[in-house]
T-cell receptor, first 115, second 111 residues
């Protein structure tokens, strides 16, 4: 079956540091890949996505590239801010007539950015 | 606000009681999903509706759980005879054919 593995947190960085959160996946075929962010007390918000190999998703300074050869979708940001502190989830979906575009999530990585 | 709305936001119940949660999706979305998220974990799929039809149920959805989506609009998730292991955040999401939008969730605590 499908699965997503992401690095365990918490990841603690100083403001303006470089961020990488690793994500690898196992799936048949060509899933779509996503990063979601969850701020304290809130639901999940889509951060970025990529739907085919070599696509790069980007939003709010975050980027991730769909690497089929390494089955990876690592999240990066060049300069983090305190406001980026949140939990980040990597996820994949397959279009499936019975389950729509059901998402399979990784376990989440908590990011803490200190001033 | 035209996002996904879930009620209540928090629910504390005694073990053995029944609880019901409601989800109002984005109005033009015909796909609706329920997920469960336990502390420190990623969300896990529970069930999927396309319009009013429940097309997929996870094996996580035991016989004590039932979900409905009458008329293809709002959805309810009922848990009967709650157990302490049911304590979690229950998330609802809706989508068209692309991106899923999540509600803020209902946090259930079974004491």
């Amino acid at each position: 079956g499908n699965s997503v593995t992401q690095m365990e947190g918490p990841v603690t960085l100083s403001e303006e540091a470089f961020l990488t959160i690793n994500c690898t996946y196992t799936a048949t075929g060509y899933p779509s890949l996503f990063w979601y962010v969850q701020y304290p007390g809130e639901g999940l918000q889509l951060l970025l996505k990529a739907t085919k190999a070599d696509d790069k998703g980007s939003n709010k300074g975050f980027e991730a590239t769909y690497r089929k050869e390494t089955t990876s979708f690592h999240l990066e940001k060049g300069s983090v801010q305190v406001s980026d502190s949140a939990v980040y989830f990597c996820a994949l979906s397959h279009m499936n007539n019975n389950a729509g575009n059901m998402l399979t999530f990784g376990g989440g990585t908590r990011l803490m950015v200190k001033p | 606000d035209t996002g996904v709305s879930q009620n209540p936001r928090h629910k504390i119940t005694k073990r053995g009681q029944n609880v019901t949660f409601r989800c109002d999706p984005i109005s033009e979305h015909n796909r609706l999903y329920w997920y469960r998220q336990t502390l420190g974990q990623g969300p896990e799929f529970l069930t999927y509706f396309q319009n009013e039809a429940q097309l997929e149920k996870s094996r996580l959805l035991s016989d004590r759980f039932s979900a409905e989506r009458p008329k293809g609009s709002f959805s309810t998730l009922e848990i009967q005879r709650t157990e302490q292991g049911d304590s979690a955040m229950y998330l609802c999401a809706s989508s068209d054919y692309t991106e899923a939008f999540f509600g803020q969730g209902t946090r259930l605590t079974v004491v």
